[in-house]
């Protein structure tokens, strides 16, 4: 395998494979990955008129175009986030065949830009990974309806509520069926 100093500021010796290095034209770069996202990085602060009057228009345009490619990129991002990959989510999905773990429904709530039914969402413990949208993956648990998600995030972060809600609603069903 052949190594080769970085052109970078970083100046490191390396594999010269994709694993360190991009393709530009069929051929590898010479300066790694970590190198040309500080260098990008740099480049967009310094330009920012760039982003506003041609990456944003072309990304909104090419959005609407191309709407499945975006969101197949968009899910891939967010099942990065929570340590995991497409596939675990698919193999996931049959595995729970395509219900919510706790209460056994598909998913009813619609996404309003795609006007299909929402993906579940992955559940994880958030006492290992605090947070909403994030993940190592290691604490990953299962997949649930956009309903279940929110009220076992209630149960996990305050103690004895579920009791306390329980106590309330039987507070009213005795008022209620004696006609008050």
């Not at 999905?93 to 056994?104: E, M, R, S, T, V």
């Not at 579940?120 to 279940?148: E, F, M, Q, T």
Request: aromatic share 8%.
């Amino acid at each position: 395998m052949t190594q080769i100093v970085c052109k970078g500021p970083c100046g490191r010796t390396l594999p010269h494979t994709e694993e360190y290095f991009y393709v530009l034209h069929g051929k590898l770069r010479v300066r790694c990955k970590q190198c040309h996202a500080i260098a990008v990085k740099k480049w967009q602060d310094a330009h920012p008129e760039h982003y506003e009057n041609y990456r944003k228009p072309w990304a909104l345009a090419d959005r609407e175009k191309n709407r499945e490619k975006w969101r197949a990129r968009q899910f891939n991002q967010d099942m990065r986030k929570m340590g995991k990959n497409a596939d675990w989510y698919e193999e996931q999905f049959k595995k729970q065949n395509g219900l919510c773990a706790i209460c056994g429904q598909a998913e009813t709530i619609i996404h309003y830009r795609t006007k299909q039914p929402k993906r579940l969402c992955v559940d994880h413990d958030h006492r290992c990974c605090p947070g909403i949208n994030s993940s190592c993956g290691k604490c990953v648990r299962a997949l649930l309806c956009s309903r279940c998600n929110p009220s076992l995030a209630i149960l996990e972060e305050k103690p004895g509520w579920a009791e306390k809600a329980l106590a309330y609603l039987k507070s009213y069903e005795t008022k209620t069926e004696a006609g008050v």
